[in-house]
């Protein structure tokens, strides 16, 4: 007996034919074992700095429930459940996946999985390499506070995969200060860095944040008061 599905329950009968007309043996039952399910990897697309758009399609099931599904992805070829991955529902049919915590300027390699009671089985292997972004500061501190001065700290700690070429500090009397408001250029690349604010009126609450930028754009710190 062939072409049998996995997972399933089957009746069978031997019979005998003659002129008289066809006689049936006793009913057997028998069920096949499921198997690994069939999933499919598709095309990745929206790729960012840090982040993209992927998908799979479990097409067939085993003979088992799917019990999870989505992508796996990751520096190396050998993908498995223990990298990163992301969790898109149960049961066959396609799915849609974000996959986040990516480095700028890095190859990473995307694969489809699918689970059932058997194990997980996985799709074929697709790869993106991820383009440059703003660089990441980070406003670490601000001291020798005076009623007209203070020292601001800083550090460029992640270029974004591009040349950081002008860090600072940037600070206002608004949330969120940015280029426009006061800026004091401190220098180039990444890095610690502090910078001197000056000019300050006495008794004024002042918001300061860190930035650097490179040929992608411009990337903040948190702010500090």
């Known amino acids: 007996l062939d072409t049998l599905d ?4 089957y009746y069978v009968r031997s019979y005998a034919t003659n002129n008289t007309g066809t006689a049936y043996g006793k009913e057997r039952t028998f069920t096949t074992p499921a198997i690994l399910p069939t999933v499919t990897t598709d095309t990745i697309s929206m790729v960012t700095d840090s982040s993209a758009v992927g998908g799979g399609n479990v097409v067939a099931d085993g003979g088992a429930t799917i019990t999870a599904r989505g992508l796996v992805w990751g520096r190396g070829t050998n993908l498995t459940l223990d990298s990163l991955s992301s969790s898109d529902g149960t049961g066959t049919g396609a799915f849609s996946s974000v996959i ?7 190859k990473y390699y995307v694969r489809a999985y699918a689970t059932n009671s058997v194990g997980t089985a996985f799709g074929e292997l697709d790869s993106l390499t991820t383009p440059a972004g703003a ?3 980070l406003t670490d501190s601000i001291t020798n506070i005076t009623d007209t ?3 601001a700290h800083a550090n460029a700690y992640f270029d974004g995969g591009d040349p950081v070429t002008e860090h600072g500090i940037v600070w206002g009397t608004s949330p969120n200060p940015d280029t426009t408001a006061n800026r004091e250029v401190v220098g180039a690349g990444t890095g610690t ?20 930028i490179n040929s992608i754009g411009i990337g903040y710190g948190n702010q500090l008061t």
């Open 6 to 9: 996995p997972g399933s329950t």
């Open 100 to 106: 986040d915590s990516l480095i700028p300027v890095t």
């Open 135 to 137: 660089p990441e500061v």
């Open 149 to 151: 001065t203070v020292v």
């Open 193 to 212: 860095y502090m910078a001197t604010l000056d000019s300050l009126s006495p008794g004024i609450t002042y918001y300061v944040r860190g930035y650097a």
